[in-house]
């Protein structure tokens, strides 16, 4: 196994990898559109803001998986969390901006260069930031959804441990260091 991830740990990888990838070609776009418009109109700041916000909670995401063996940012439950908030945030500020560029043409006129340049870039950060809101929602629901599967079927381990480093198979038998222990459950009930 590459560093200790199992088969959904790599899975869950690779989303987070397509994602940063998409996150990255948002940054790029907005950062052309805003750079022609001189950081003027809210309806380009929102996706370069929410892009540079977006890449650095990738980003310790995905060093803290790597990094730590036990990772809290790597649990589903905050991965759930921090998915389902950046979708919903992805879904309110698209919906902004795309309603405030409705008056952009989908031809792009054949006049200057320029201009012709800054409407490719607007049609094509249009597509990418709802690309983006939907693997967003898509990861964050498939998560739930795997995650509510395999505590149903008995995995209750699936809470306590990265998902990058579930597995079914794996069971508390007392020899998992993903369990936090402690002093206080040693102790007996107390008698009254």
């Not at 036990?70 to 902004?96: C, D, H, K, M």
């Not at 260091?177 to 107390?190: A, E, K, M, Q, V």
């Amino acid at each position: 196994m590459t560093l200790g991830f199992t088969p959904v740990g790599k899975r869950k990888i690779a989303v987070h990898v397509v994602l940063y990838c998409v996150n990255i070609i948002v940054l790029a776009l907005s950062a052309r559109v805003n750079l022609f418009q001189e950081f003027f109109f809210v309806a380009d700041l929102f996706p370069l803001g929410l892009s540079i916000a977006t890449l650095v909670i990738l980003t310790v995401m995905l060093a803290l998986d790597f990094a730590c063996k036990n990772s809290y940012t790597g649990r589903p439950q905050f991965e759930i969390g921090v998915f389902a908030v950046l979708s919903i945030f992805w879904l309110s500020f698209n919906a902004f901006s795309t309603s405030r560029w409705r008056h952009v043409p989908m031809s792009c006129p054949a006049g200057a260069d320029a201009v012709k340049t800054w409407c490719q870039d607007v049609q094509a950060l249009k597509a990418f930031v709802w690309i983006e809101w939907l693997i967003f929602s898509l990861t964050a629901y498939l998560t739930l959804r795997y995650t509510i599967s395999q505590k149903s079927r008995g995995n209750k381990h699936i809470l306590r441990m990265p998902l990058s480093r579930y597995s079914p198979f794996l069971k508390n038998d007392g020899t998992m260091n993903y369990i936090r222990n402690s002093g206080f459950l040693t102790f007996s009930d107390p008698k009254l």
